[in-house]
C-alpha cells in the first residue's frame, strides 16, 4: 500500500524560503515517477513540479521557475521541493503524488498522470 507523508509546511514572510519532504513507503519508490502540487481555495489543483524515477529529469510551471527545485533521494524513499523567494501567491495546500502509468520514464504535471497522494501541508506566504 503506497503511503506519502509531507512535511515542512508553514508560514513565512514574503521572499523567505521553504523545503516541503514527502517520505514515501509501501512501495518501490524508484519504480514511480514523482510530482508536487498544490491546490489554493477555490482553485483548481495544479502541478507545480515533477521528476523522473531516478531523478535526472525535471519539470516546473513556469510561475516557479528560478525558484523551485525538486529533488529525490532514491536511497531514502524521499522527495523534496526546495521554495525559494517565495510569494503570497504561492500560498496553497502543498501535495506530492507518485505515479506509474505508461510511460512510467517521463515527467508528467497534470494530476491524472498520478494515482496516490499524501494528505498535504500547508504553505502560507505573508506579504
Known amino acids: 500500500q503506497v503511503q506519502l507523508v509531507e512535511s515542512g509546511g508553514g508560514s513565512v514572510q514574503s521572499g523567505g524560503s521553504l523545503r516541503l519532504s514527502c517520505q514515501a513507503s509501501g512501495y518501490t519508490y524508484s519504480n514511480y515517477y514523482m510530482g508536487w502540487f498544490r491546490q489554493a481555495p477555490g482553485k483548481e489543483r495544479e502541478g507545480v513540479a515533477a521528476?523522473?524515477?531516478?531523478?535526472?529529469?525535471?519539470s516546473y510551471i513556469d510561475s516557479v521557475k528560478g525558484r523551485f527545485t525538486v529533488s529525490r533521494d532514491n536511497a531514502k524513499n524521499t522527495l523534496y521541493l526546495q521554495m525559494n523567494r517565495l510569494k503570497p501567491e504561492d500560498t496553497a495546500m502543498y501535495y506530492c503524488?507518485?505515479?506509474?502509468?505508461?510511460?512510467?520514464?517521463?515527467?508528467?504535471?497534470?494530476?491524472?498522470?498520478?494515482?496516490?497522494w499524501g494528505q498535504g501541508t500547508q504553505v502560507t506566504v505573508s506579504s
Open positions: 521528476i523522473s524515477r531516478r531523478g535526472s529529469t525535471t
Open positions: 503524488a507518485a505515479g506509474s502509468q505508461w510511460p512510467s520514464s517521463g515527467v508528467y504535471l497534470s494530476p491524472g498522470r498520478y494515482d496516490n
